[in-house]
């Protein structure tokens, strides 16, 4: 019988030895590269859903109270007053629109 013997004296048989081989040429196959690549990948994918969706929420709390939205466009004084309301109506649908193609991965 084919028998190695191990420090405390038991013997390992042949299952075991092919059972520890495979596991060393597992562990030769895979590759750092393809682990690293992976965990960005992870991260990259936490990072355009949070950040899609606080556009998606700011959009929302943007569009529940348009009039309160205005006033804050005209507080910096970048753009005309004609112009405040129509963008206090399409920014936050432009806003919320980035946010979803964003989260969902199409942009």
């Not at 520890?20 to 992870?42: C, H, K």
């Not at 466009?73 to 946010?99: D, K, R, S």
Request: proline share 5%; net charge positive; aromatic share 8%.
């Amino acid at each position: 019988m084919d028998r190695v013997w191990i420090a405390a004296g038991r013997p390992v048989r042949r299952y075991r030895r092919a059972c520890l081989e495979r596991r060393r040429v597992a562990a030769m196959n895979s590759t750092p590269e393809t682990s690293a690549l992976d965990g960005w990948r992870v991260a990259a994918l936490l990072a355009r859903v949070v950040v899609g969706g606080l556009f998606v929420a700011t959009a929302i709390a943007k569009l529940a109270d348009p009039l309160k939205f205005a006033e804050e466009i005209q507080n910096y004084q970048l753009v005309p007053i004609a112009l405040t309301h129509l963008l206090a109506l399409v920014l936050p649908w432009l806003e919320g629109l980035a946010g979803l193609l964003l989260a969902l991965g199409v942009w």
